[in-house]
């Protein structure tokens, strides 16, 4: 079919909302990773040589300097599977305190939400996640840790941490946009929240009275999810449920806060 063929801008209209989001989606997404992997010699190793390398410091200072004995044997596949996801998490609210800066006149002219600048940071992170599985698996074999029948948990870990991110992404970007120093704070809270989160240990590794307010990290929950496909007792019910809780708090917070301010983006950007 040609570009001056009548029946192409027919079928164009023929399309319900939800597939021209999602094939926009798709597009956006598959364009940010062609323009962040072309651009670089190494590609797709960046995506995962960050978090190996951090893995390889903690795991030497827990293991080998201090030998404090946090987390499960083996100490590298423990901090793998929950170092991963953090990294999706982290890059995806980074990113999304310029959703709404970056591409300003193009977000301007279009017609489709403009959620769809938050998702596909989302999805394009998420992406280089899914991509990273291997590596751990890799870990996994080398090292001996066996997986589990609660590696299906994972059908449920993506997705409640895609919904996740996706509600604080909204929450952000559309405040960033009017307190540009938010962007800063974004970045000290990310890292304060690395250390408050169940990453270089597990949530049974806190004192006693800390771990039932640690389970109110809507993290805990979802990488407790993801370490069970190879520690089966690092599986927290209740942890579990306030992150089911709490995503969907973030995303009805986030969902108000963006359909409140977007009207006011558009012009501010």
Same mark, same amino acid.
């Given at each position: ?120 940071? /989302? ?18 074999? /080398? ?5 589990? /029948? ?120």
């Amino acid at each position: 079919m040609s570009p001056d063929d009548p029946a192409r801008p027919v079928a164009r209209r023929r399309w319900s909302p939800a597939t021209r989001y999602r094939r926009s989606l798709w597009l956006l997404t598959t364009r940010d990773l062609k323009v962040r992997y072309s651009t670089s010699a190494l590609g797709y190793v960046w995506s995962i040589l960050d978090p190996l390398v951090m893995a390889g410091i903690y795991w030497f200072v827990f293991t080998v300097v201090f030998d404090k004995g946090v987390g499960h044997e083996p100490y590298i596949v423990f901090l793998l599977s929950a170092l991963l996801p953090w990294m999706w998490f982290t890059g995806a609210i980074s990113d999304s305190t310029r959703a709404f800066t970056r591409e300003a006149k193009l977000i301007r002219s279009t017609t489709i939400p403009r959620t769809i600048w938050v998702a596909r940071l /989302v999805l394009s992170k998420g992406i280089e996640f899914v991509l990273s599985i291997p590596v751990l698996a890799l870990f996994a074999i /080398v090292f001996g840790a066996a997986l589990n /029948v609660d590696v299906l948990w994972w059908l449920l870990a993506i997705p409640l941490q895609a919904a996740l991110t996706f509600g604080i992404g909204l929450l952000v970007a559309p405040l960033v946009v009017f307190f540009r120093d938010l962007e800063r704070a974004v970045k000290l809270v990310l890292r304060f929240l690395f250390y408050a989160s169940p990453i270089i240990y597990g949530l049974s590794d806190l004192p006693p009275a800390l771990q039932f307010w640690g389970a109110f990290n809507p993290l805990a929950g979802i990488f407790s999810l993801y370490r069970s496909a190879f520690f089966p007792q690092e599986f927290d019910p209740f942890a579990v449920s306030v992150s089911i809780g709490m995503t969907l708090l973030f995303l009805v917070v986030g969902f108000l806060v963006y359909r409140a301010s977007i009207r006011r983006v558009l012009k501010e950007i």
